[in-house]
């Protein structure tokens, strides 16, 4: 190094920086390249796990009714115990437990005090209906069953169980005329298919 001229070491000093600048440059690239890898890892397995997650709702005679994630395969008993188990008074007779869900299905699951099930299939929808003597109990049923009253649609089906709610079970049918939106003439073209018992 003492023997080069003044020149010649400015031109040896340039190749080396010139070399460390490459050599760093080199180093970053990979770097970048490794977070992209494993950022595209990290978004396919996301992917896979929303792929292998069902949603359904669960209501009925379970501790804790509404919208459960499931892993895709499950099992009825298994909605169940996302759901916190059953209740004292749930009747799971003729449910199978063993039905595998799909996404978007709802589940109901009835009560010792329902004296009839009646299965629903509408699509990839099921349910399960309680009927004393063909009239739907308008202090258990469910939206579902309010909707095959007559004249009676999901927005009046809601209003009769926030009624419910807010209020207690109807002491008789006669008093379903205090939800708003059910009349005298819609309460006399249902009056014959409701009950409170």
Do not use: W
């Amino acid at each position: 190094m003492e023997n080069l001229s003044k020149k010649q070491k400015i031109v040896f000093i340039g190749m080396f920086v010139i070399m460390i600048i490459t050599i760093l440059y080199y180093f970053m690239q990979r770097e970048d390249e490794t977070e992209i890898i494993i950022s595209s890892e990290n978004t396919i397995s996301e992917e896979n796990v929303e792929e292998q997650e069902i949603i359904i709702h669960i209501a009925g005679c379970v501790e804790q009714e509404g919208i459960v994630k499931l892993t895709k395969g499950s099992r009825i008993a298994d909605a169940i115990e996302k759901a916190g188990g059953l209740t004292s008074d749930a009747n799971i007779n003729n449910i199978n437990l063993a039905y595998e869900l799909k996404d978007g299905q709802k589940l109901y699951i009835p009560s010792n005090i329902d004296e009839e099930y009646i299965l629903v299939q509408e699509g990839e929808e099921f349910d399960y209906e309680a009927k004393e003597d063909g009239k739907i109990n308008i202090n258990t049923a469910t939206q579902t069953e309010l909707e095959e009253l007559s004249g009676i649609g999901p927005s009046t089906a809601l209003k009769i169980i926030e009624y419910r709610n807010e209020n207690g079970e109807f002491s008789s049918i006669e008093e379903i005329k205090n939800v708003s939106g059910i009349g005298e003439a819609k309460y006399e073209a249902i009056q014959d298919s409701i009950c409170v018992d």
